[in-house]
């Protein structure tokens, strides 16, 4: 980025907040990069000769004639099939002693796909946790967040999706990563020797924060590039966007804007919608599947993050922590897939849609039986029953430890229902239960 | 002499220019920026200086950019063949554009210029006409489509010729008429209209007096919507909103069709264009794609123009009404576009309403459902529009200024509930919450008793009150225990689930029961009346619940037959002989 043939050098800086300057300048473009003193930064506003700068790393002992460098275009990403296997910071440098990259120069934040050349997604992306390929079955094209306490190991249940999912590319966009969690990343990729089909984007907690702002953009024009020039299935995989949000909120206030809900900028929806959007499924066959964190407080899903998140993206998987188990589970109630429709008995066995709704109306009647039980309420044999197909169900099917394919966990699904249920109680339809009820030896 | 400009400010998606003449509030202007043009709408005027809102990505947009401002307000662009498009919000056809994204600065013509249109004259020389006056007709799909004097002449004309039937394209002249100054004026079958405006050429907007159906047993029975009336969906995500806004636009019995995805997901739009062209209109028989137009702004597209979406979609409405139609455009979601307006308010510095929504939200969402409505045209019969906008409240919450604001404007609200869309029952519309003050319009219920039956208004309320109660003593025999009530208690509260799982409850995936034409609505609506108006005697709690579980199982089956067939019949007679073989309770003069 310093090697730019043409750059334009100013040193009249006549404010400076906490996170932007004001410098006069002419012939400057919108959103264009400019160095401050050394640090990058962009261009956010420009009113006649006075041009508005958001510096990523913070204003901390810049002076008013500290030198401003305008690198005359907004910031851009070099693709290339070099960027498999490596990692980069928030301005898409490669770190770790990495060599710049062949490829060709793409603006980060592009325009949109034409929604008329969409097309609808239609693939099934296998993961092995029952959790979600039975109950919420991830497509490609798709875009879907894990709501999650900062205490559960969504980075870790990322990280397995990532490599079981069969995705010709893995992206990672780090936010606010911590420097353990993004080695932890590191280390798995590496371990499963599929380092060099993933791209890393990376901002820590020890970058400043505004810098996540670039992430997922980066994460995507590479997706981008993988996806529609080149067909690939990409898998990106965004971690943590409330993180994201957050940086949104320092960056909005320092302009003045006027927040609006939890402090949130109002244009918070088309932030997010800008990115979660690309998420495509191409008519060459390539496509982007979004899989990404919102970090929740205390399980609060009326916030504003994960309620705009919920209202841009198709479904949501929340963890919990099952107490009947100790294990972590995929909840059956508050998880929503809102594309699995479009795979679930048509790519996968016929059988699927009817078992994964009794399995849970099943695990539903469990849950009124102990509701039943800590009331005091006396049990019947049908809630006893329930009970102990709950906790099978949540231990050898809902839990994130599991990795099995999609025909055994429908098989593991009608041994328990036989196990404890007659074929009436199940209520499937008759000619699946013809076919699937397991027949005792 | 067109005014022209420089670009003297950027902050994001707003613009000032200083102007070198004359500029309108509203005006359309382009701003050059690395050999594209950008649209941009003049939102404020403050002496030379012009605040812009451009439609596009202001990336690279500098100081001094020049500005040519084109003399006109946003326009839609109106004649045959709008019918199977699709747009986004500033009515460009989306499936003509080559590039696989959306490059900014291009634009490209909504009609097709070259198509022939079999024209049918409908004046003749000699006749009085004005602005909507049909002049004659051709056939656009499943339409007869009028070609009208346009909205904007002013006054009375003459007719001086018009062409002979035959074929022509949309840019010749197929009429001539004569204004009173005895200027001559040519009539093509293509006009424009400013969206903002709302087109007035018609005699008077009375009031609904008719029923729009839908096929949705909660929305037709028990809070219908009038045809040419307002109704909105709050909702909180994942609690329908989407599918049933889809399976109206399927099922409703309307002429056109207008989709206006405003800030929501591409993959919804997907689905329309993907499976519109192969369903069939279930009035018609032709496929749904024949009567749709889609105007589509994603979430993911410039705000300014997700704004404008809405505004076209009316515009468009507005103008099939005039020929007569009955028209039903659905806006998905219109919080989005409240949306559009807070961040452009925010960039203005205006000071700010609740929840930094602009102070005069309320007065722009109530203006704009104003524009619905059935008018009595210039040349006698009707037309419609009737408006559906689904609300997005800001974490379920109805307290939100969207809602608030909107539930001043439409008149029919259907409230989505998470507790009902968490425990299954679709589509998840509140029956208590939710209301149709058409219900109280005399009209309508003249239209319900001479239609359906008489006492029909008197009887869904009836059903409403059931509802309620059952709600009530649910929630004592939740405190009491199974136990602790009287049995008849349970007998209440199963009354009001039968209403619920029966007729409340509707499959929209289900090929037979999605779709529930309003005859066959009123005749399950009295078998099921007719059973809650009976007093069963129940041995027990248990008894009771088994009993009403086997007739709702009976019921629903009879739901998901085709109405009037075998099977429907078979179940019916389970039916009644459940019914008629459970013991009743003995009135005091000893009636059963």
Not at chain 1, 326 to 341: A, E, H, M, N, T
Not at chain 2, 452 to 464: H, I, L, P, R, Y
Request: glycine share 8%; hydrophobic share 40%; with cysteine.
């Amino acid at each position: 980025m310093d090697t730019q043939a043409f750059k334009k050098i100013y040193t009249k800086i006549d404010n400076i907040t906490k996170a932007t300057v004001t410098v006069m300048a002419g012939d400057v473009g919108n959103e264009e990069l400019a160095s401050v003193g050394g640090r990058p930064a962009q261009v956010v506003r420009i009113d006649g000769e006075r041009v508005t700068l958001q510096v990523f790393a913070g204003t901390e002992g810049i002076s008013t004639d500290s030198e401003v460098v305008f690198y005359g275009q907004p910031p851009k990403l070099k693709v290339g099939d070099g960027l498999a296997g490596h990692i980069f910071d928030a301005f898409g440098r490669p770190m770790f002693g990495a060599v710049d990259i062949e490829g060709q120069e793409r603006e980060i934040g592009g325009p949109t796909v034409n929604p008329y050349k969409r097309e609808q997604p239609s693939e099934f992306i296998p993961t092995g946790i029952a959790g979600i390929d039975l109950n919420n079955a991830l497509v490609s094209g798709q875009k879907i967040p894990f709501f999650a306490d900062p205490d559960q190991p969504y980075n870790q249940v990322m990280a397995m999706v990532a490599l079981r999912a069969k995705a010709d590319k893995i992206i990672l966009g780090g936010m606010g990563l911590t420097n353990d969690d993004f080695l932890y990343f590191k280390n798995v990729f590496d371990n499963a020797g599929a380092l060099d089909r993933i791209v890393f984007f990376v901002n820590t907690t020890e970058n400043p924060p505004v810098e996540r702002l670039l992430v997922p953009d980066m994460a995507l024009t590479a997706a981008e590039y993988f996806a529609a020039d080149k067909g690939e299935k990409v898998l990106v995989l965004l971690t943590d966007m409330t993180l994201y949000a957050d940086a949104l909120a320092i960056v909005s206030n320092r302009m003045d804007q006027i927040p609006s809900k939890d402090s949130m900028p109002g244009s918070l929806y088309s932030d997010l919608a800008k990115i979660y959007e690309k998420a495509v499924q191409l008519p060459n066959g390539g496509s982007i599947t979004i899989v990404a964190v919102t970090t929740l407080n205390g399980g609060d899903i009326t916030h504003a993050v994960p309620d705009n998140t919920g209202y841009i993206t198709e479904g949501q998987l929340f963890l919990r922590n099952d107490s009947d188990t100790g294990k972590v589970i995929v909840d059956p109630f508050r998880s929503l897939s809102r594309l699995k429709q479009l795979v679930i008995g048509k790519k996968t066995r016929e059988d699927h849609p009817q078992v994964m709704n009794a399995a849970v109306r099943l695990y539903a009647d469990a849950a009124g039986a102990k509701t039943k039980l800590e009331n005091g309420f006396d049990l019947s044999d049908y809630d006893k029953r329930t009970l102990k197909f709950a906790h099978d169900y949540s231990n050898e099917l809902l839990a994130i430890d599991v990795n099995i394919d999609v025909e055994k966990m429908l098989d593991i699904a009608w041994s328990l229902f036989a196990k404890y249920f007659t074929k009436a109680e199940v209520s499937v339809k008759a000619d699946l239960v013809e076919k699937y009820w397991p027949v005792k030896q | 002499m067109k005014t022209t400009g420089k670009v003297t400010g950027v902050t994001s998606n707003l613009v000032t220019v200083k102007a070198d003449g004359p500029v309108s509030q509203n005006e359309i202007c382009y701003i050059t920026v690395g050999g594209a043009r950008l649209m941009s709408e003049v939102i404020k005027v403050d002496g030379d200086k012009v605040s812009v809102q451009v439609f596009e990505s202001t990336r690279g947009l500098r100081a001094g950019a020049p500005v040519e401002f084109d003399g006109h307000m946003l326009e839609v662009t109106l004649g045959p063949g709008i019918l199977s498009r699709i747009y986004d919000g500033l009515q460009n056809d989306l499936a003509k554009l080559e590039t696989l994204f959306l490059e900014r600065g291009v634009y490209n013509d909504p009609l097709d210029w070259q198509s022939t249109w079999q024209f049918t004259p409908i004046a003749v020389e000699g006749d009085i006409v004005e602005a909507a006056s049909w002049i004659g007709s051709v056939p656009e799909r499943s339409v007869t489509h009028k070609i009208m004097v346009p909205f904007s002449f002013k006054g009375r004309y003459t007719v001086k010729s018009v062409v002979p039937a035959g074929t022509y394209k949309i840019t010749d002249t197929v009429a001539v008429v004569t204004d009173e100054q005895g200027r001559d004026h040519d009539i093509t079958m293509v006009q424009k209209w400013p969206v903002r405006e709302a087109v007035t050429a018609y005699r008077e907007k009375p009031r609904p007096g008719r029923v729009m159906e839908t096929g949705v047993r909660a929305i037709d029975t028990f809070n219908p919507l009038a045809e040419g009336g307002t109704g909105f969906i709050p909702g909180p995500f994942g609690a329908g909103k989407t599918v049933l806004q889809h399976t109206i636009s399927r099922q409703a019995d309307a002429d056109v069709i207008l989709m206006v995805a405003c800030g929501e997901r591409a993959n919804e739009v997907v689905e329309i264009f993907e499976e519109f062209p192969k369903l069939d209109d279930p009035h018609t028989g032709l496929k749904l794609i024949e009567r749709t137009t889609i105007i589509c702004n994603t979430s993911n597209m410039p705000v300014a123009a997700r704004e404008a979406s809405v505004y076209t979609g009316m515009a468009i409405g507005e103008y099939y009404r005039a020929m007569g139609l009955k028209v039903l455009i659905l806006a998905d979601s219109t919080s989005r576009w409240a949306q559009a307006l807070r961040e452009m308010s925010n960039r203005l510095e205006e000071l700010p309403g609740p929840d930094a929504f602009p102070m005069d939200l309320a007065a722009i969402i109530s203006n704009f459902y104003s524009r619905a409505g059935i008018v009595r045209l210039v040349g006698g019969g009707t037309g419609s529009v009737t408006f559906i906008g689904t609300v997005s409240p800001a974490g379920g919450n109805l307290k939100e200024p969207v809602t608030e604001s909107t539930k001043k404007a439409a008149r029919c609200f259907y409230a989505l509930s998470q507790q009902r869309a968490d425990s299954k029952r679709y589509p998840a519309i509140d029956p208590l919450d939710s209301y149709s003050k058409y219900l109280d319009y005399p009209e309508i219920e003249t239209y319900l008793e001479e239609n359906f039956e008489k006492g029909w208004v008197s009887k869904v309320k009836e059903a409403k009150t059931m509802v309620q109660r059952g709600k009530e003593v649910y929630e004592q025999i939740n405190i009491l225990g199974d136990d602790g009530v009287p049995v008849s208690y349970h007998d209440r509260y199963w009354k009001s689930e039968l209403i619920d799982f029966c007729f409340l409850q509707q499959d929209s995936f289900d090929a037979i029961d999605s779709n529930c034409p309003l005859e066959r609505q009123r005749y399950m609506f009295s078998l099921i009346m007719n059973i809650c108006g009976k007093n069963f005697a129940h041995d027990d709690f248990e008894a009771c619940s088994t009993f009403y579980k086997e007739l709702i199982n009976l019921i629903r089956q009879m739901n998901y037959s085709e109405f009037g067939s075998e099977s429907f019949r078979d179940y019916e007679a389970k039916v009644g002989k459940l019914v008629g073989d459970h013991p009743k309770e003995k009135e005091e003069d000893g009636r059963e």
